[in-house]
Structures are given as C-alpha cells and as structure tokens.
C-alpha cells in the first residue's frame, strides 16, 4: 500500500476510532445473529464426496436391493448361554419392540430366524422361537442344536460359544429428514434398552451399528464445538496475558476472538452450514489465527511505548511496520485453507470456507477495530532501559556463532524423523473414530470381541440372466466364492444365498442331512425358491438379498479388527479369485467400510492438487514479496520440511493415521510460512540496506523472534487443543499441525538462519 | 365436545346415504336407516361391495406383474388367475406361473375361509409334488414383489373391522374414505384406508399402514372395466412401498367370466393337470 494512504488511513482510523467500534460492533452482531441457524449434522455420509466412486458403487447396490441403515443390539446373559427362557424372552420381547421402532424396516434376530423345517409334504418356515415362556426344556435344546448349526445365524446373530445373541434391525430413515429421524430412532432405542435392562437385570444389552455412530458423530460435533471452544479460548487468552503483560492487551484479544469467531460462525450460520465432527474446530483455528495475527499489532504498539512513544504514535507505528506483513500472512493462510477446497470430503470445504473467511474478518477486524480500541482502552507500560539485551539478542548471537554444527544438529534429526514417514500407515475405521470416553465406541468394541465384526464387505454377484440364481453353476460357484471367504482368517461371518438352496434342498428332502446341498436343478431349484418365499412371513423375505429379476445376489462377508489396508487386500484376493475361478461373476467389493477404507487414499490424491495449488500461489506470492526467485525458493525449504518431520514422528509414534493426514499438510503450510515471511523480510531489510548475511540474521532474530516466540505458542496451543477431542480426525489434525508449527519454528530459528549464511554469499 | 363429534359423524353418514341412494335402499339393515355411527358405516360400505361383486360365479384372467426397484431395473412375471365362488366360504383361487420359464406350470392354490386361516398349496412340476404352504401369514411378499398374497385377493368381509371416515374428491368421482382393521392380529398392516367411489363402489386407492403405524405402501387401481354389465374389474394396480423405493404394477387382461369350473378344478389333485 502507499506508505501516505496509509498514513491518512491510519489518521482517520484514530480520529474516528468510537464510530470504527460502533461500526464493527454492529457488523460483527449482524453477522453473528446468524449462528442461531447452525446445525450439527450426524450423518456419516457427508464425509464422502457425490462423485466418490466407491459411494456411487454401494448407492448401487443399496438402490438394486435395500438401501438401510443398521442398528446392532448385543443380549449378553451375565451368565451361561443365550438359550434360557429368559434371555429368549428378552430377544422375542426386543424384536416385537425393533418392529414398532420409527423408520425400521426390517429385524432379523435369534428369535425370528426364519426356520424352515420339512413334515411330510408340508413346508414348515416359521420363526425359530416363538412364546419363549411356553417352552419346556427340550424345546430349548432343540433351538439350541438348530441355531448353533445354523451358519445364517453363528458369527452374526449368535456368538460361537453360544454367550452372546444379535439382533439387527434396519432402518430407512427418509432422506428430507434424516437426522431428525435418527434422533428419534435412536431415542426410541435407547428407551427400548432402558426398558430391557430394567426388566432382565440378569442380561447385559449393547448396541451398535450405524445408526448409532450417528448419534455419536453429532455428539462428537457438539462435544467439540461447546466443550473445546471455551477451553482454547480461556487457553489463547491466557498465554496472550502471560506474553503481552498487559490486561487491555488482553482483553482487546478477546474482542478480536469474540469478533472474528462471531462473524465467521455467524456467516457460516446465515447459509445453514451443516457441521460435522470433522469441522468443529473452525471456531478453535480461526480463534488461534486471530491471536497470532493481532498479537502483532499488539507487542509492536508496546514496545513503541515502552522505547517512550506516545500512545497514539506507538499505535500508529505499529500498524504501518504491521499492516503489510499481516496482510501477507493473512494471505498465505487464506489460500491454504481455501485450497481444502480440492478435498474429495466435503466437511473439510466447510473447514476451508469458514476458517479462511474467519482469517479475512481477523485482518481487517485488526487493521480498523483492534487499533481503535487500543486507543480507547487505558494501556500503561513500564519504558524499558536503553541498552535492554533481550533474549532474542543473544539467541541471534548464538545461531550466527554456530551454525555449522547447528546445521548438522538440525539436518540429522529432521533426516531421522522424516525417514519414520516410512513406518506411517493409512488407515481409517469409523467406530475406532471415536475415543472410548463415547458409549458407542465401548459397546463396539464389546460387540466385536464377543458376537461379530463390525467391517463388512459387500458383493452384488451376478448370474448374467434373468432368473439366473437358481442355475447350479451360479450357485455352486457363490458357494465357493463364500467358502474361500470362510477360510480367510480376518473373516468371522459370511452370508451368502447358497446357504439357502442347501438348507431348501435338505426340507424337500424330509430334512435328510445328506441333502444338505445345492440342488442340480435349475428348475427344481426354483420351484423351491418360488415355494420358499411364498411361505417367509413379513418383513423377512428375501427382497434384500435377491434384486427383483432375480439375476443377482447380494452376499456379506463380515470382517472383525481389519485395517483399511487389509480390508483392501482382502478385497484384492477376492477379485483375483473371482478371476480364476468364476470370471463370470468378477465384480468389486463394495459396503461402507470398503469406502472408508479408501477414503484417506482418495483424499490425499484430491489434495495433492489443492496441495500444489496453494503452495505455487503461496511461492507466487513469496517470490514478488522478497522480489527474489532464490529467496522463494529457499523459504520453501523451512515450510515443506516440517510436515514431513510430524508426519514421521507420528509415525514412529503412532503409525496409523486417517483422512486427517490428508489436509495437514496444507493446514499447516498456510500458517507455518507466515514465520518465514516475517524473518526473512527482515532478513533482506538488512541485507539490502548492506548487511552480511550474519548481521541480517541478528537483525531479524532482535525484530521478529519474540513475536515469532508468542504466535507459534499461541497457535500449538490452540492446535493442542484438539488432542482432547474424542474424535480422531480432529485429535490427529490438531496434533499433527500443532507438531507441524513447532518443527517450522524451530526450522525457522534454527535451520533457515545456517542455511541463509551458508548458500547466500552474494551481495544485494 | 362429544356431542359436536357425534353429530359430525351423523352429518358425514347422513350424507353418505344421499350420496348413495342406492346403498340406502339395497341394505335393508334398521341400525342403517336413520343414525348410523361410523362402524356401522363402514362395515355397511364393505358389505355393500362385497354384495355387489356376489354371484359373479367364476372368472379367469391373465396378469403380468412388473417388477421396479430404485436403481431402474424391471422384471416381469406372467401368470393365469381363475378364481371360484364359494356359497358361505372365502373363495378358492389359482394362480398358474407362466414367466419366468422356471416355474412354468408352477400353481398355487388357495382356499380362503370367511375367519379361519386360508389353506395354501403349491405344485411343483419339477418335483411333480403338491406341497402345503403353512405360513401362519399370508403378508409376505409375493413372488418378490411389492404386494402380499392378501394385498391382490378380494378380501373377505369379515376379516376386517371398519369405520367409516369421511368422502371426498377422488378425480372426477367422490369416494368414500374407509378405515379398516385386520382382525387377525398376527397381520403386518395396523391398518388400511380404503378409497371407494360412491356410485359403483370400486376400490381407487388403499393406504397400508405397517404394524408401527406407518404409512408403507400406497396401492392405485386404473383401467376398471365392467364386465356382464355388473362386475367391475381394473385393468391395473400399482403397488409403491415408500420405504424401500420399489414399485409393482399389475396388468390384468382377458377378463372372462362363467367359464365351465367346478369344485374339482380348485383341488389339490387338480393342481397335478394344470398347465
């Protein structure tokens, strides 16, 4: 900007500094009356783009059968087997009660298993227990041998020591109204168990399933926004007091928090954004932005005054030296969070969005508000003695007089956990999303340990011809398909149509043990079919396993504790398999989890343009600020390292990450290189004005380090916050962008100097 | 408040009897002539169509049943109806399979009972077995469809309980709008609104609520035609579940009515001759 523009501007600013405050007040309550219109959305499905094309896979499937949703309820005697009169009491009782539930659709349970049995020439299906309080103790060893040989039932419905029994229940929740209908479903589920405990007090109830992470993924968002935001707030302003000394230095931070966060949530209420775990922490970042960028404004105004200026002039000091390099860094984080735009999941262009908006209202709530109230506000500073040495002062000295071995000492590190990138390996899992601190995530784990998986793969197998299920090659060749799955060790449960014909097959055969299998032929085969589903009662026919030309089944493989990238290979060798032995049916595995399980793979290629993108512009805008290409260049160096160097900390720490890892990098790049726009526009001050690279690097270190010092505290911080959320991408996110700020601290303190004295010899 | 409703419902039912003359006169019912409380009204309405369809004797017919999911897919299946009227029972019914080729001469027999459970037989020509069907429910879907066995067969009086609701426009007609409940407990459906035109008592549009109350499914009829200047048959029914997003229609063609069937033709050993 015109150095005299703004002088006049900052003029004017102080002059009519109670109208700016009016001003901006009104603004910012306008806008801020929109947050009313914020929701928490707990749909698991916003996390995938439309044109996913795993998404568009599984919508096909669910569009050819039943679209549902699930929820899982495990009935855990505390003592003994399932097959008691109470505990089948107690399913009979949960399946009637899963029917009246809103928006079910379907129950499947131990109780109505549908039973089929041969008497003469009649065909018997029916519910494999019925008025449990009537059985004599024979009939319940009688359910017991029928269920525990029944492989629709073992690994699913019924754990294999007999413990532990399932009941699923599957929902069509209208779309218009989708979460609203899952609260209600899920409250009327959570009185259903309410009631089981209280009637069986012998029996443990646990429940899973989709439609239950839902309700956990809502609670995660509002956990975040309402239990985090205050605690990063009181945090920033907090460790703002501590480095600023001064109460009115404070508190103008928090009316730069109340209003930036105000403005930015607020815009994001006026278009009804919907909010999910993965963007709740817009308020936390834009909060530690604005800290990092006013807190400049704010030392500088200080330190004027402690040299002795006047208030006014000090503030008017401090907005010209600022008012540039703020706006430069202002920049380089709007691109990096707008360029989340690029990603495949749409939370994160919320994220993007709202934070990069949230960074533009900080810099010009900092250029017109922040000013105008440090001149309203009393603000007394001690002066400072002339010849202060600062910490800063020192430090400098000390990098300019070694920084040899400060090169090694900082290289070899950064080489040893940049190599640990290696050992980082991607994997996402939506219960394992959620800490332990939610229900949902221990009865998960309770459920995967004692009953069945919660991963499944999905296969739609297609015979090629209409009616084509019931010809005995199609069969035969499903049933190995399901047979070579059985034998596969991460595989607890497979459901499979085969299973069907073979069990139709034995009931036309008066139940004789020998026709336990395929019939061989087609007709017979479905004329079985055709008597089979005539006689299968409401709500368990086999709509959802059949499509309507009945040319295709749907098959369920269930997969317990399996990483993305196993599910992936799973998912490979039964393509491979499927290739050599029943080319015919080739088709990809498809299900929510086989999406999840690409999700971060798929984010990370989406981002690598976005990633790409913001770094040219943010290079762009480097180059034309130092007016140098070698300059550009070389801040790139303390700018791409330290994401690699988090990454291969965590990697040596925790190795498994998620679709968090997908925008680290660009998170961090966009507020990390502001570090670098500081030092080194100091840098070149003083090399320009005929410094050595030495005496520019002192320079720097005595101008910028201690404002360098306050933002990184401020925004790891803020960042570290998010460790304490119960959502793993945000947890991962906030760690690994905290890790990020401080790896480019200490490379901009201590690897970019050495570097600069060593590479730039050339005079200016 | 009480009083204002009853007097409502006598208004509605009164009217009733001026939109249908011809009701009031036929049923010969005392309970009917003056006040009539919306039970009795709707249980008057159902015999009324019931009566009108009586004596009718026998019929065939040819239907296809389409078959839609979400994604777009169709199927089709083809069939032969014959169905028999029995003097003081439910009628005895035959669906012979046609489409698709593997349950060709595949036939389902049923007898219908006014309150008892219906008695269900399948032939199965591959087998060249009659096997008994003894599904305590005849609401499950049939052949993969959209629509029950009990969705498609003309339901007996009995078997429900009414209420009469209101009438209202339905296209150019006015119905009559007709709650009624399955007296069998064990049904799928809470309930189902029913709606009859007022001058010939043809069924256009039933609601079927599921057991939570729930509206599932919507059934349509279009394309009635009259047939020996007394009976009324629709050319087609859809059928569209609201929950599952698939639909079924059915096109009924070659009505004919007093064709040569006995008893014999409805029996179990029957079943082994059709083709």
Known sequence: ?764 | MTDRCCRCFTVRATALFVLFPALAGMVASPALTQESSPEETGLAIAREANARNDGFGNLTASMTMVLRNRQGQESRRQMRFKVLEVEGDGDKSLFVFDQPRDVQGTALLTHSHLTAQDDQWLYLPALKRVKRISSSTRSGSFMGSEFSYEDMSNPEVEKYTYRYLRNERCGELVCSVNEQVPVDRKSSYSRQLVWQDTDQLRTWMVHYYDRKDSHLKTLTFAGYRQYLDRYWRAGEMTMENHLTGKSTVLSWTDYEFGADLGASDFSQTALRRVR
């Not at chain 1, 009356?33 to 929701?39: E, P, S, V």
């Open chain 1, 1 to 764: 900007m015109n150095p005299a523009l703004l002088d006049r501007y900052i003029a004017g600013l102080l002059r009519y500094r109670w109208l700016v405050v009016a001003g901006a007040t009104l603004v910012m309550l306008v806008m801020a009356a929109g947050g009313q219109f914020i929701t928490v959305s707990n749909d698991h499905r916003i996390l995938f783009g439309e044109d996913n094309p795993e998404l568009a896979a599984y919508d096909a499937l669910e569009n050819t059968y039943t679209a549902s949703n699930t929820a899982l309820i495990a009935v855990a005697p505390k003592q003994g087997t399932v097959f008691t009169r109470e505990t089948l009491g107690a399913i009979e009782e949960l399946t009637e009660q899963a029917w009246q539930a809103p928006y079910s659709s379907r129950v499947d349970s131990l109780t109505n298993y549908t039973h089929s049995e041969a008497l003469g020439d009649d065909l018997i299906v029916g519910p494999l227990v019925e008025n449990t309080a009537s059985l004599s103790d024979s009939d319940l060893r009688r359910v017991e041998e029928i269920a525990g040989n029944a492989i629709e039932l073992v690994g699913r419905m019924l754990a294999d020591d007999g413990r532990v029994a399932g009941l699923a229940i599957n929902f069509i929740p209208p779309k218009e109204t989708h979460d609203a209908a899952v609260v209600e479903l899920n409250e009327y589920l959570d009185g259903m168990l309410t009631e089981a405990r209280a009637g069986h007090p012998e029996i443990d109830f646990y429940m899973t399933g989709d439609i239950v992470m839902q309700r956990a993924f809502a609670q995660a968002t509002q956990d975040d926004l309402e239990k985090l935001t205050p605690i990063v707030f009181f945090l920033i302003v907090a460790v703002a007091f501590l480095i600023l000394r001064s109460i009115t230095g404070a508190l103008s931070m928090v009316v730069m928090i109340l209003f930036s966060v105000g403005t930015a949530m607020g815009l994001a209420g006026w278009n009804h954004t919907v909010f999910s775990p993965v963007n709740a922490g817009v308020p936390i970042i834009v909060m530690a932005i604005t800290v990092a960028q006013s807190v400049h404004i704010s030392t500088m105004t200080l330190t004027a005054m402690r040299r002795g200026l006047d208030k006014m002039e000090a503030i008017a000091e401090s907005l010209r030296v600022n008012a540039f390099p703020v706006f430069l860094a202002s920049l380089t984080t709007v691109i990096g969070f707008l360029s989340l735009n690029a990603s495949d999941s749409p939370p994160f262009h919320t994220l993007g969005n709202y934070v990069a908006f949230g960074v533009a209202c900080t810099f010009v709530y900092s250029m017109s508000l922040l000013p105008s109230l440090l001149a309203i506000l009393p603000l007394r500073v001690k002066l400072a003695a002339p010849d202060e040495v600062t910490f800063f002062n020192r430090f400098g000295e000390f990098v300019v007089a070694r920084r040899k071995p400060l090169l090694w000492l900082t290289v070899i590190p950064a080489v040893f956990l940049l190599l640990g990138i290696s050992r980082i390996e991607l994997n996402d899992n939506l219960p394992n999303y959620f800490g332990e601190r939610y229900e949902f995530r221990r009865h998960s784990d309770y459920i995967i340990e004692n009953l069945t998986g919660l991963e499944s793969q999905e296969y739609s197998l297609n015979s090629g011809s209409e009616g084509g299920i019931t010809d005995p090659r199609y069969l035969q060749q499903i049933d190995a398909f399901a047979e070579w799955f059985r034998s596969q060790p991460e595989v607890t449960y497979v459901r499979v149509f085969s299973d069907t014909m073979k069990r139709l097959n034995r009931n036309m055969h008066e139940d004789d043990p020998a026709y336990y299998r395929l019939p061989e032929d087609q007709a017979l085969a479905t004329q079985y079919l055709l008597l089979y589903e005539l006689s299968l009662p409401f709500g368990v026919d086999l709509n959802d396993r059949i499509d309507i030309g009945k040319s295709s089944t749907r098959m369920s493989v269930v997969m317990r504790n399996i990483t993305s990238n196993e599910q992936q290979q799973l998912a490979r060798r039964a393509r491979e398999w499927l290739q050599d032995n029943a080319s015919a049916l080739s088709t990809e595995a498809t299900g929510l989890s086989v999406i999840v399980s690409h999700i971060t793979e798929r984010n990370i290629k989406s981002m690598l343009r976005g990633t790409l993108i913001a770094m040219t512009l943010i290079s762009l805008v480097l180059v034309v600020v130092f007016k140098s290409l070698r300059f550009g260049i070389l801040s790139l160096i303390p700018n791409f390292i330290p994401a690699g160097m988090s990454f291969g900390l965590w990697g040596y720490l925790f190795g498994r990450v998620g679709i968090a890892a997908s925008v680290v990098t660009v998170v961090a790049f966009g507020i990390i290189v502001d570090d670098t726009i500081h030092f080194l526009t100091k840098y070149l001050k003083s090399r320009r004005e005929g410094g050595s690279a030495a005496d520019a690097v002192r320079y720097a270190f005595s101008t910028v380090g201690k404002a360098l010092w306050t933002t990184t505290a401020v925004l790891s911080a803020g960042f570290l916050v998010f460790a304490a959320s119960g959502f793993e991408v945000s947890w991962a996110l906030g760690i690994l962008v905290a890790m990020t700020i401080m790896f480019a601290f200490l490379a901009d303190f201590l690897l970019l100097p050495p570097l600069l004295m060593a590479f730039d010899r050339r005079k200016l």
